[in-house]
């Protein structure tokens, strides 16, 4: 009974490392890892020990005979990864990377290696992660939002709890003696990169690439476009998005961009809400969506079917659960891919596509709303004059226009990096230039000392969440190296002085006891209406609840219980 990686798999690598026969793959040392949509199992060498089930964040791995329908075809998906062979015969072991970086002479140093991270993501938790399997090892974490996690908060669609179930791991870090939270800070602003540079041996930014791409067409910034990003921050209860103006008045809504991110708004936007009030979306989001009269969510594409943006195992979860159809003359379009499509991965996403019904008819008026995807659209203009009204696309690479009526346009397009005060930043690339994670000075081509980079910040927005974890690796055994090869200068300050500056910079800093009060009062809240938990919404509200904890043993004392390890 082999067991099965299904569509909600974050590719972090964990079942590698815990799996006894080497049967999952791309492993993160292995050609592809980066770009891999997901994680396969062998069917023919796995033994059903279970481990990658226990070691799995997000719940993604199930016996083969414990699958839903709507996971069945994943069955053949992680089967097709490998090659056909006899039963019994198993793949020859490969390299996997060590889950613990020797780091030697940390004991024997007179000051424990102390690490910033700016960010509080999937990125900067792994890395801190990393760091904290070394003896004596402190990390403090400075997050600019009173709540950490990043886009596993609000960037994680609500329908996909099991993807959000990775904060468990992040939870267990952030409970780690020897790891401090200080959120409501943020760098740049009430610290900058030379007072954490005086308080830690290095500074790591993990701060993501939180700019969308924009598409620069007419009528962009009229009152009812934006993007489908800011859309799902709604969605999730962002504080910086809570009050965002999302018109769900018209029949229809526009998303220019075919990207996981499009179809996990497509899909919230056509759900019944009573799934959605079993979920942790915002109240705000909820009540539009109970009032919503759209009726269709069309998703554009400039290319053909072959070049759809979306995962396969996205493509699946959508199919499995939303009515998709697929615009008029469509159907052409994927026939003629499916003939020249030379991999298999590309094959399966078309012979889905294949399946679709034809979106040439209106949508229904009763019902649940659909989703059409359209291909071979060029944004031209939007449309209105107050507001939007619609889109013009040209047919790509002809002059023919059509025009689609919509009350809402989005785009979702990619992200880029945004620059980070005191760091040098590539503006093609959208990232922070470096080496391995450490950051480069463009001008000497040379290490800027003690400083770091993880995560999209780092390499670009590409992968998912459990990518991270292996670019993360990668930094953090720099940083090691540096410090054992003693490249890393000492923090000046005391290390009592820290806190004594963040609370002189910023009083409203909430600490690790301030998220836990946070966090305990918005399951408590959610737990009365069945859910797993009602976020709040406001940085006043996170406030108060973060003002219940109880008051922190004195930074001094603890400072010297960290240092005696």
């Known amino acids: 009974m082999p067991h099965v990686i299904t569509q909600s798999c974050c590719n972090d690598g964990s079942c590698v490392y815990a799996c006894p026969v080497n049967c999952i793959h791309p ?11 997901m994680l396969y199992i062998d069917p023919v060498a796995c033994v059903d020990c279970g481990a990658c089930v226990s070691a799995c964040p997000v719940g993604a791995i199930v016996p083969d005979n414990r699958l839903e329908a709507r996971q069945l075809p994943f069955v ?3 089967a097709s990864f490998y090659p056909k ?25 007179r000051r424990p290696l102390t690490v910033a991270i700016v960010g509080s993501g999937p990125a900067a938790m792994y890395a801190a992660d990393e760091l ?29 709890q099991s993807t959000k179930q990775v904060t468990k791991l992040f939870d267990r870090v952030a409970g780690h003696r020897h790891f401090r939270f200080y959120l409501n800070v943020e760098v740049g602003e009430h610290l900058s990169h030379a007072d954490l540079s005086a308080h830690h041996h290095a500074v790591l930014y993990a701060v993501g690439a939180p700019e969308d791409r924009r598409l620069d067409i007419d009528g962009m910034g009229l009152a009812g476009t934006g993007t489908a ?7 999730n209860g962002h504080p910086d998005f809570a009050g965002l103006a999302v018109d769900l008045s018209h029949e229809r809504v526009v998303i220019i961009g075919n990207g996981n991110v499009a179809l996990d708004v497509a899909r919230v936007l056509t759900a019944d809400p009573d799934d959605l009030a079993r979920t942790d979306v915002s109240d705000r989001a909820l009540d539009a969506f109970r009032r919503s009269a759209v009726r269709e969510v069309v998703i554009a594409a ?37 003939v020249t499509a030379s991999d298999s991965l590309t094959r399966t996403k078309l012979e889905i596509l294949s399946k679709l019904g034809d979106g040439s008819a209106p949508p229904p008026a009763a019902g649940r709303p659909r989703i059409r995807l359209a291909y071979q659209l060029t944004p031209e203009r939007v449309l209105g004059e107050h507001r939007a009204t619609g889109v013009e696309f040209s047919v790509t690479g002809t002059r023919e226009l059509r025009r689609l009526d919509a009350g809402l346009v989005l785009t979702s397009i990619g992200y880029r990096g945004k620059m980070i005060r005191d760091l040098p930043f590539d503006e093609s690339a959208g990232a922070v230039p470096n080496e391995d994670g450490r950051v480069v000075d463009p001008g000497s081509g040379r290490p800027m000392p003690g400083t770091y980079v993880a995560g999209w910040i780092k390499r670009g927005p590409t992968g998912f969440i459990g990518t991270n974890k292996s670019c993360s690796f990668q930094t953090v055994q720099a940083l090691v190296a540096d410090f054992n090869a003693g490249e890393l200068a000492a923090p000046v300050a005391r290390p009592e002085a820290l806190e004594e ?23 408590a809240r959610g737990r009365r209406d069945g859910r797993p938990r009602n976020k709040f919404t406001e940085v006043a509200d996170m406030l108060a609840a973060a003002s219940t904890a109880p008051p922190p043993r004195r930074q001094k004392l603890l400072d010297r219980l960290l240092d005696r390890g």
């Open 27 to 37: 492993t993160p040392d292995e050609p592809g890892f980066a770009a891999s949509e």
């Open 76 to 78: 053949e998906i992680n």
């Open 85 to 109: 062979r006899p039963a019994g015969e198993k793949l020859p072991p490969t390299s996997k990377l060590a889950p613990v970086i020797p780091a030697a002479e940390v004991r024997a140093r």
């Open 132 to 160: 904290l399997t070394q003896p004596g090892v402190r990390v403090n974490v400075f997050e600019k939002l009173p709540t950490p996690y990043g886009l596993v908060r609000a960037g994680v669609a609500p329908d996909h």
């Open 229 to 235: 990003t800011q859309v799902v921050a709604w969605i």
């Open 302 to 338: 400039r290319r053909g079917p072959a070049h759809s943006a979306f995962t396969l195992p996205e493509l699946i979860g959508l199919t499995g659960c939303s009515e998709v159809v697929l615009d008029a003359g469509n159907h052409e379009l994927v026939a003629r891919d499916l």
């Open 501 to 523: 500056l963040v609370r002189a910079r910023r009083p409203d800093v909430v600490g690790s006891a301030g998220w836990r009060a946070i966090d305990s009062a918005e399951v």
